[in-house]
Nanobody, 125 residues
Framework: QVQLVESGGGLVQAGDSLTLSCAASGRAFSAYTMGWFRQAPGKEREFVASINWSGGSTAYADSVKGRFTISRDNAKNTVFLQMNSLKPADTAVYYC??????????????????WGKGTLVTVSS
């Protein structure tokens, strides 16, 4: 069992940067593919970024590619999402997720077995 807790959300202006963190408790964090997803008001949840168990491979949604960076620190059981050049369209609740059988390149939530409760990011224009 893995518990995930996101932090770092808040209200920022367009063009600002923000870093989200996801702290994991439980065993075998380093074996999990981890990902970030988001859900904007009135929209379905969508994939943002994912990272494989070692941190050596990552994948991004086209909408955030070049602006967001996912990383992880297995020694600290934490995954990060560095968000630069934020836009109002990035406003959403951001969720951290993980799964041992998930593939980082899938771009989906398939096999993401564990989810945090989310952290709200609001970008004003």
């Amino acid at each position: 069992q893995v518990q995930l807790v996101e932090s770092g959300g808040g209200l920022v202006q367009a063009g600002d940067s923000l870093t989200l963190s996801c702290a994991a408790s439980g065993r075998a964090f380093s074996a999990y593919t981890m990902g970030w997803f988001r859900q904007a008001p009135g929209k379905e949840r969508e994939f943002v970024a994912s990272i494989n168990w070692s941190g050596g491979s990552t994948a991004y949604a086209d909408s955030v590619k070049g602006r967001f960076t996912i990383s992880r620190d297995n020694a600290k059981n934490t995954v990060f999402l560095q968000m630069n050049s934020l836009k109002p369209a990035d406003t959403a609740v951001y969720y951290c997720a993980g799964g041992m059988a998930a593939n980082y390149y899938s771009g989906t939530d398939y096999a993401m077995d564990y989810w945090g409760k989310g952290t709200l990011v609001t970008v004003s224009s």
